[in-house]
Structures are given as C-alpha cells and as structure tokens.
C-alpha cells in the first residue's frame, strides 16, 4: 500500500499522520475496488484511479466535468467534494456514533482539554 494523497493532479504525502488511516469497507465494495485495481494493473498503472491516459485525475476537473453537472440534473444545491465529508460525518452524529470515532474517522487529531458541550 502506497501512502499518497493527490492534489490537484499531483501525487504527494498526506498532509499530516492522521491523515493515514484505516477504514472498514463493505465485500461488495472491496470486490469493487478490487475489480478496478485489476482494470489498473493490466493497463500498468498503480493508481487506483486516473484519467484516460493514465495520469492522476485532478478533483477540480472531476467535480467541474461530472459532479456539478450532476448535482445540476438532480436539482441538488452546488456543492464541492468536501461537502461529502461534512454529510458524513453529519450522518454519524445522526447514527450516535461516538464524537471520539467519528474524529478518528475523518482524522482529526485529538486536542487534549478540549470539551464538547451537549
């Protein structure tokens, strides 16, 4: 496993440690991915996902060309990728997942003698 982020079209380290993390996936979705990384690897390539000649694909370019258009046709307000992050996290709290697992999830790190009001 790599540990990469890209931005903007540009493989790089994550930003700070907590931003590797574990998640859990559903089978049907690792069978998913798994078909996808076998799509990759028989055309060479190492990145899970990428643009049709095989470089990183830019976000900006994906939510300009797909997500906005979309949203569009599905009478949804505009919003960016980091909207999604916001729903989720909104739909842990809304699932009482515990604020200490959900700030794991989304890898926030943890600011001792910080209190939540509730």
Same mark, same amino acid.
């Given at each position: 496993?790599?540990?990469? /982020?890209?931005?903007?079209?540009? %493989?790089?380290?994550?930003? *700070?440690?907590?931003? #590797?993390?574990?998640?859990?996936? /559903?089978?049907?979705? *690792?069978?998913?991915?798994?078909?996808?990384?076998?799509?990759? &690897?028989?055309?060479?390539?190492? $990145?899970?996902?990428? *643009? /049709? +000649?095989?470089?990183?694909?830019?976000? +900006?370019?994906?939510?300009?060309?797909? $997500?906005?258009?979309? $949203?569009?046709?599905?009478?949804? &307000?505009? %919003?960016?990728?980091? %909207?999604?992050?916001?729903?989720n996290?909104?739909?842990?709290?809304?699932?009482?997942?515990?604020?200490?697992?959900?700030?794991?999830?989304?890898?926030?790190?943890?600011? #001792?003698?910080?209190t939540? %009001?509730?």
């Amino acid at each position: 496993m790599l540990d990469q /982020s890209v931005w903007r079209g540009v %493989a790089q380290e994550p930003k *700070t440690p907590n931003a #590797k993390r574990k998640i859990a996936l /559903s089978p049907w979705l *690792t069978d998913m991915l798994q078909e996808q990384i076998g799509r990759q &690897r028989a055309k060479n390539r190492e $990145l899970v996902f990428t *643009t /049709s +000649n095989g470089t990183p694909l830019d976000m +900006n370019m994906l939510q300009k060309r797909k $997500l906005v258009p979309l $949203l569009a046709r599905l009478g949804i &307000r505009r %919003a960016g990728l980091h %909207a999604f992050r916001h729903f989720n996290v909104s739909m842990q709290e809304a699932l009482r997942i515990p604020l200490m697992t959900i700030s794991e999830r989304v890898g926030h790190a943890v600011v #001792k003698g910080f209190t939540l %009001a509730v």
